[in-house]
C-alpha cells in the first residue's frame, strides 16, 4: 500500500476549494498523492496544485453525479492505486458512496475528520463526538487503507503550482440505479444574508414561532439582518434563504451575534469565518463556544430583553 | 408493503463531562439520552407513506443496535405509529459500519419495501450508516433525502436530495432502496400519552447480533477539545453582558 489518493470534490462544473484542503490533509501522510478527478471532462478541472504528485484522470459519460457511478470508479482507483489512505471531502455527494466503499471493501473509516497524523507508519485522524462537545483521535486496521470524509475548512488551501504529470484512467462504469432527473435552486428570499455587516442569528433557543417578531424587531433596532439555523428553517418558521449553514449560506459578517444556537457542525461550516462571533447561550458547553471570541452563558430572552432596551 | 427505519438513541453531553479512568469513553453518568432528531423524521415519513398509499397489513418495522437502555428511543417511535421494534443486542459503542454490519441481517430478514436512516446521528454525526448498510444489503441509496414520491407497487421512487446551499437535486431510484432522511422532510407527530402508554406495554424482539469482524477504528483517546484562545468570557447579569455587546458591535462596525 502506498501513498494517499485524493477524489476532487466538485460540483456543477465547479472546483470545491475543499479539494485544496484535501491535499493540504495528505501532506500529513507519506508517500505519492495521487489527484483523481471523476467528471465527464475531468481535464476542464484545473487541479495541479503544489503537493500533487500525480493527476488521474477518469471521464465520465454523464455530468452529472450519481454514487453508483462514483463508487465503482473509486473502487477501480484502489484496486489500481492501492493506497494507503483515500481522502474525501465531507460532502453530501461523499457521504452518498464513500461509506459504501468502506463497508464493500472492509476499509478503515470515519468521516468528519479535522486532524490527520501519521505516527509510526500508521494513520491517526482526529474528530469530534457528542455533538462537538469532545475530541477524539482514532486508530485503524494495520492492513488495510483508510477512507476518511474531511472537513471542510479544517485544513489551508494547497497553493497553485505544482507540476504533476496527468493521465487517464478508464473505468467501466455500472447503469446507476439512483439517476439525476434536474437541479432546483434554493428560493431566493427577501434579504441576502451572505452581504450583511452584521447578523443577529437565532436558534432552537427561541423556542417557539411567535418569538420571532421579537426577533426581527431587534434586528432591526440593532441594525443587523436577522438569520437563523437550520431548525428554524425544519420547523417551516422560517425561509432556507435566511439559513446560516452547509446547507443555507455560508457568511462571513464583520459581526455575528448567536442566540439560542449550539453550534452544531453544519452550522459552524456556515459562519465561524465571521469576523467577531458573539455567543448567547445556557449551555456552558456548546459547541459554539469553541469558534466564539465572545461568549455569555446566559438566556438569550433576558440579554435580547437588555440590548432591546439600550437600543 | 413494509418500511425498516434504523433508529439510534443518541447521547446528550450536559454542562460538564468526564471521563473514563482510561481516557477512551465519556463518563456515562455525564449523559442524557434521546431520539436520535433525524430518526423522528424517518419514522414520521414511513408513517406518512404507510397512512397515504399503504394498506392492511403495511408495516414500519423500527430496528436499533444497543443495550436494553435504547429501547427507550424504540418506544418513542412504536408511540408515534411504528408497528414493531427490533432491537440488536450490543453494549459496545460502535463505528458507523460496524453498527451496519449489526443492522443488516435484521433488516434483509424483513425484505423491506424501503429501508430508512437518519442522515447522521446527532452525537456522533458520521453520516454514514446509511450509505453503508445500503451497500451490505445490495440496495440502491439516496443519501440526504428531503421529499420522497413513491407508490407500494412502483419499481421506482422520486426523491429529492439535499445538496450544500440548499441546492435541490432531483432523483429517480430503483426500488427497493436504502434513504437517508434529512431533518425538514416533514413535521413529526407528537405521540399521544395513550400511545405512549400502549408503547410501554409493547413487546420488543431482541436478537443477538451477527458478526461484526473488525472494527473500522478504535478510539484511543478521548478528549475535551483545545479551546484555543477561547471566547472570552462576558460576565454579570444580562443588563452587563447587553451593555459589553452593545460596546464591542459598536467598535467591530466602526
Known amino acids: 500500500m502506498n501513498g494517499t489518493l485524493i477524489v476532487t470534490e466538485h460540483l456543477r462544473g465547479e472546483l470545491r476549494e475543499l479539494t485544496r484542503e484535501l491535499v493540504t490533509a495528505a501532506q500529513q501522510l507519506s508517500g505519492p498523492v495521487t489527484l483523481a478527478v471523476i467528471a465527464r471532462d475531468p481535464t476542464e478541472f484545473d487541479v495541479n496544485f503544489q503537493g500533487v504528485d500525480e493527476i488521474v484522470n477518469v471521464p465520465l459519460g454523464q455530468e452529472e453525479f450519481e454514487n453508483d457511478v462514483y463508487q465503482a470508479a473509486l473502487e477501480a482507483l484502489i484496486a489500481d492505486r492501492q493506497p494507503h489512505a483515500v481522502l474525501l471531502g465531507f460532502t453530501v455527494n461523499s457521504m452518498g458512496y464513500g461509506p459504501a466503499v468502506a463497508a464493500k471493501l472492509a476499509l478503515g473509516f470515519a468521516s468528519d475528520v479535522h486532524g490527520i497524523a501519521l505516527e509510526d507508519g500508521a494513520v491517526i485522524a482526529t474528530r469530534s463526538f457528542y455533538g462537538g462537545k469532545v475530541d477524539a483521535e482514532l486508530e485503524f486496521p494495520a492492513d488495510r487503507p483508510v477512507l476518511l470524509l474531511v472537513r471542510p475548512t479544517a485544513f489551508a488551501p494547497a497553493a497553485d503550482g505544482g507540476n504533476a504529470s496527468a493521465r487517464e484512467f478508464a473505468v467501466e462504469l455500472p447503469p446507476a440505479r439512483a439517476r439525476h432527473l434536474e437541479f432546483e435552486e434554493a428560493a431566493a428570499g427577501d434579504v441576502d444574508i451572505t452581504t450583511a455587516d452584521f447578523l443577529l442569528s437565532v436558534g432552537r433557543g427561541i423556542g417557539d414561532k411567535e418569538a420571532i417578531p421579537q426577533f426581527e424587531q431587534l434586528a432591526d433596532k440593532l441594525g443587523a439582518v436577522l438569520s437563523v439555523s437550520r431548525p428554524l428553517v425544519d420547523a417551516g418558521w422560517m425561509p432556507n434563504a435566511r439559513q446560516v449553514g452547509q446547507s443555507g449560506k455560508t457568511v462571513k459578517p464583520k459581526v455575528y451575534l448567536a442566540l439560542g444556537i449550539s453550534g452544531a457542525v453544519q452550522h459552524l461550516a456556515g459562519m465561524k469565518t465571521s469576523g467577531t462571533i458573539i455567543a448567547v447561550n445556557t449551555d456552558p458547553e456548546a459547541a459554539i463556544f469553541n469558534v466564539a471570541h465572545f461568549g455569555a452563558v446566559a438566556d438569550l430572552f433576558d440579554v435580547a430583553a437588555e440590548l432591546e432596551k439600550l437600543s | ?254
Do not use: H
Not at chain 2, 73 to 93: E, K, N, P, T
Open chain 2, 1 to 254: 408493503m413494509k418500511i425498516v427505519v434504523c433508529v439510534k438513541q443518541v447521547a446528550v453531553l450536559g454542562d460538564e463531562v468526564e471521563f473514563t479512568g482510561d481516557e477512551r469513553e465519556v463518563d456515562p453518568d455525564y449523559l442524557d439520552f434521546a431520539l436520535n432528531e433525524w430518526d423522528s423524521y424517518a419514522t414520521e415519513e414511513a408513517l406518512r407513506i404507510r397512512e397515504e398509499v399503504g394498506g392492511e397489513g403495511d408495516e414500519v418495522v423500527v430496528v436499533s443496535v444497543g443495550d436494553a437502555q435504547v429501547e427507550d428511543a424504540m418506544r418513542r417511535c412504536l408511540a408515534m405509529g411504528a408497528d414493531r421494534a427490533i432491537r440488536v443486542d450490543y453494549s459496545r459503542s460502535a463505528d458507523p459500519i460496524t453498527v451496519a454490519r449489526l443492522l443488516a441481517p435484521v433488516a434483509q430478514r424483513e425484505s423491506p419495501d424501503l429501508v430508512f436512516c437518519g442522515v447522521q446521528s446527532s452525537d456522533g454525526v458520521q453520516a454514514a450508516t446509511g450509505t453503508a448498510l445500503a451497500e451490505l444489503l445490495g440496495l440502491p441509496c439516496v443519501a440526504v433525502v428531503t421529499r420522497i414520491e413513491w407508490e407500494p407497487s412502483a419499481s421506482r421512487a422520486t426523491v429529492r436530495r439535499e445538496l450544500e446551499g440548499g441546492l435541490l437535486d432531483l432523483t429517480e431510484v430503483d426500488t427497493p432502496a436504502l434513504l437517508t432522511i434529512q431533518t425538514g422532510i416533514n413535521q413529526p407527530r407528537y405521540a399521544t400519552l395513550r400511545a405512549i402508554k400502549q408503547a410501554e406495554q409493547k413487546q420488543i424482539e431482541v436478537v443477538s447480533p451477527a458478526e461484526q469482524g473488525e472494527p473500522a477504528y478504535r478510539v484511543r483517546r478521548m478528549f475535551a477539545p483545545p479551546k484555543g484562545e477561547g471566547a472570552q468570557i462576558l460576565a454579570g447579569g444580562p443588563a452587563d453582558i447587553a451593555q459589553r455587546i452593545r460596546e464591542i458591535v459598536a467598535e467591530r462596525l466602526k
